[in-house]
């Protein structure tokens, strides 16, 4: 398959280390696998109007006189439009239009903080891609073993996200809240598998009689109706079932997620 492509550059507000945003990448767990770095180099894909865009990142200039050149591509011709799109979520991904020389002109006169200023000195705050995907790891980490979270958010994304191969690696992009909410609901039950709807009852350390007549219950259902294919994958154990009643939590857990995209609006 042919791609197209484009390139430019952009100009981040300085000080600006782009070296020092690869660091945090490179030791932020639930973004350490999201895109791969070779030397000053960052290749990483975003998600615009429903298909994967990969977008390679390299530093020009100095710390004080930054740059950062940018090639994209794509399986569809850009437009400007498109090109907008993703270079404003390169912007806020690596916060590049933040202006911190206030903060440095404060920090600098504490002896206690300036240490800290002159180690991490140019580094831009690195921020998830969209604000769905924090939501999602803000629930996912919740009361949760950041080793679990971080596999169920890579569940999400090997199994929803939309991917793009660009010189031999396949890059994937994190969903988008409609994504997950239109999951169908065909995965089949096996021998000795419970419901998600039956997990999440046995949280709760109660029967599905004992449950039946509740009303948060009721609203469970309701969502999960729709809901169960996103539900059973993040609830899914080495042998590929649900099993045991802790596994409730997994459904706990995109429920929240649901709830809160909601109320913020993202999804209708």
């Known amino acids: 398959m042919g791609l197209y492509s484009e390139e430019g550059s952009l100009r981040p507000t300085p000080p600006f280390d782009f070296a020092k945003s690869l660091d945090f990448l490179g030791m932020f767990p639930p973004m350490r696998e999201d895109q791969t770095v070779s ?16 977008f390679q990142l390299k530093p020009t200039g100095t710390i004080k006189m930054p740059g950062l050149k940018y090639n994209l591509f794509a399986d569809h011709p850009f437009s400007r439009g498109l090109t907008e ?36 000195y140019g580094l831009h705050q690195v921020k998830f891609l969209t604000p769905f995907e924090c939501a999602c790891w803000a629930v996912l980490s919740q009361r949760n073993q950041l080793s679990a979270a971080r596999k169920a958010k890579q569940a ?17 992009a994190f969903p988008e809240p409609g994504q997950l909410a239109e999951a169908s609901n065909e995965r089949p039950r ?8 039956e997990a999440i009852n046995c949280r709760n350390g109660q029967s599905l009689r004992e449950t039946d007549d509740c009303p948060e219950t009721s609203c469970y259902r309701r969502e999960i109706r729709t809901m169960e294919g996103i539900l059973g ?13 802790q596994h409730g939590v997994a459904a706990h857990v995109i429920l929240e997620i649901l709830t809160l995209v909601r109320n913020t609006g993202l999804i209708g």
């Open 39 to 54: 030397e000053l180099s960052m290749t990483k894909a975003v998600r615009v109007g429903g298909r994967a865009i990969v």
């Open 85 to 120: 799109v993703v270079i404003d979520r390169i912007s806020f991904f690596l916060s590049l239009s933040d202006d911190l020389d206030q903060f440095y002109r404060i920090a600098i006169n504490d002896s206690n903080f300036a240490p800290v200023l002159q180690k991490l």
């Open 156 to 172: 999400l994304l090997e199994r929803f996200g939309t991917s793009l191969e660009v010189n031999g690696h396949v890059y994937r």
């Open 190 to 197: 096996q021998n000795g598998e419970v419901s998600n709807r």
């Open 233 to 245: 994958l993040l609830s899914e154990n080495s042998s590929g079932t649900v099993r045991k009643c």
